[in-house]
């Protein structure tokens, strides 16, 4: 057998043993898709109550606020960006046909990124299980809840409850420019899930109009429901910008080059945006940069991306805790690939 | 245009989801990208020349997003690829090597194999999907063909 024909043998078993059950209607319908957070690295404390022994109906006793979300991916929200947590958001509602009503809980902004909790719950109580949109009947409903080894479909049957995935997030994401979101559930009851969308934008303004949407596919139902509120969410944040650019050290040999970065301090984190033009064709998209403090030690990034801005001119995204910089910086340039440690340049503002 | 996309659905989705699959490993994220890709395409307004340009146009997106959730911090909880493979139903344990022997090949010149050798792209369509230059393209299949040779031995032929 030639190689093609091996390779092709090999890879149709992957071809053929997944089902993607794509439908139309869902790709139509939901014009957007958000990636779901599933980095735990603290568990909430929340009072549960249990009724009988794991067959009961699962009641937390409290709502979940950002602080809590951030504190499941060991993220934490400054003091000052605590202070601008909004609630008692009014917001507009949609005329609907849901089975479930959406509250805006907390939301929370600055010039780069939008943080929303909503919650959502069922109109008619004790006939739902609300699971989050990606979670499948199988998943253990720890993913979502305290309640441990019963998947969704165990516990739905032995309540008598129907599964429901919930979903959504921001519906107006080319107005605001939205690159790129998460999110994560946590369930507060069997038919109340609150839910935590954050998005990074590239169109802030001061005052903004969000459009939340609140999704929910009973299983074994294609039809979508969709409830959308409208709010305006005010950007009470600082935001400071610093500018390094004068290189002192660097490999004048390397096949990149650093041409700025630019610090973005706001009141609930560091942007660290690296602007390089990178010279090594065959090194496409897996040159990156770990972001260095003054003993050379690596700062641990919350999230980031990186995006061809033209040509050979890259910049990359990489988001912090709220991290202080002094009148320099210091990146590594690395191979994400392989790697490889290129070398590191130090920049002064 | 939904016709349109229900055709292109049937017709791509499998071969989008393994190419994202090479390049996420992992399931999951895989079908994410595919339904993300579709939803993309369906609410661009681009315009394409021909349904040539559109498989191009789709693989390329599939890899970009593919790339993006591979740099994206907060991925999923996932099964172990090992695990994955174990559900796999292959025939022989040559197959499950070979398997093996591509994810484990560095990102990008596990993209050049798996178009090269499962799309039956050429090496300018590669290119142009790519954005690279056709030398450049060459080295990687070049490079990648000499892993899994190095990996495979006797079970990969040796090929220029």
């Known amino acids: 057998m030639k190689n093609k024909e091996k390779y092709k043998k090999v890879f149709n078993v992957l071809a053929t043993s997944e089902q993607l059950h794509l439908e139309v209607d869902m790709i139509t319908n939901k014009k957007s898709k958000t990636n779901r957070m599933k980095y735990v690295a603290a568990v909430v404390a929340i009072c549960v109550i249990l009724v009988g022994a794991g067959t009961g109906v699962y009641a937390a006793m409290t709502h979940f606020g950002i602080v809590d979300f951030r504190n499941r991916f060991a993220s934490s929200v400054p003091e000052e960006a605590k202070q601008q947590i909004q609630t008692d958001i009014e917001m507009n509602q949609d005329e609907n046909d849901t089975i479930f009503e959406m509250t805006l809980l907390e939301s929370l902004c600055d010039s780069e990124t939008i943080t929303l909790v909503y919650e959502v719950s069922a109109k008619e109580t004790g006939k739902y299980l609300f699971v989050p949109e990606d979670a499948f009947p199988e998943d253990d409903m720890c993913n979502w809840s305290d309640i441990e080894n019963i998947s969704a479909k165990d516990y739905a049957a032995q309540n008598n409850l129907t599964i429901v995935n919930i979903g959504g997030g921001i519906e107006n994401r080319e107005e605001l420019e939205i690159v790129d979101a998460s999110m994560d559930f946590r369930s507060v009851k069997d038919d109340v899930m609150d839910v935590y969308v954050r998005c990074n934008v590239e169109n802030s303004t001061n005052m903004m109009e969000v459009d939340a949407v609140a999704t929910g596919i009973i299983l074994g139902n294609q039809d979508v429901m969709r409830l959308v509120s409208h709010f305006e969410l005010q950007d009470l944040s600082t935001t400071e910008k610093t500018l390094y650019t004068n290189i002192v050290e660097a490999d004048s040999n390397a096949f990149y080059r650093i041409e700025k970065v630019e610090v973005i301090q706001t009141d609930l984190g560091t942007y660290v945006d690296i602007y390089y033009i990178n010279n090594e064709e065959d090194d496409d998209m897996s040159l990156s940069f770990h972001v260095m403090d003054d003993e050379g030690n690596i700062i641990e990034m919350a999230g980031g991306r990186a995006s061809n801005l033209e040509g050979n001119h890259y910049k990359e995204r990489q988001i912090f805790d709220k991290t202080e910089f002094g009148d320099s910086i210091s990146l590594e340039a690395y191979d994400w690939d392989e790697k490889n440690i290129y070398g590191t340049i130090k920049i002064l503002r | ?160």
Not at chain 2, 55 to 65: P, Q, S, Y
Not at chain 2, 126 to 146: F, T
């Open chain 2, 1 to 160: 245009m939904k016709e349109k996309l229900e055709m292109l659905m049937n017709e791509y989705q499998s071969n989008l989801f393994v190419i994202a699959f090479n390049i996420c490993k992992n399931a999951e994220d895989a079908k994410d990208v595919v339904q993300d890709t579709f939803i993309d395409f369906y609410t661009s307004k681009r315009q394409f020349n021909d349904d040539e340009h559109i498989k191009a146009w789709l693989i390329r997106a599939t890899i970009n997003k593919s790339k993006n959730v591979t740099k994206t911090f907060w991925r999923r909880n996932k099964l172990s690829i090992e695990d994955y493979m174990e559900t796999l139903p292959f025939e022989t344990n040559d197959d499950t090597d070979l398997f093996e022997a591509v994810l484990n090949l560095p990102e990008k010149y596990r993209i050049v194999i798996h178009l090269f050798y499962y799309e039956d792209l050429s090496v300018r369509q590669i290119a142009n999907i790519l954005k690279i230059s056709e030398s450049n393209v060459k080295v990687r299949l070049s490079r990648g063909r000499q892993i899994l040779k190095d990996v495979l031995k006797e079970d990969w032929e040796y090929e220029e």
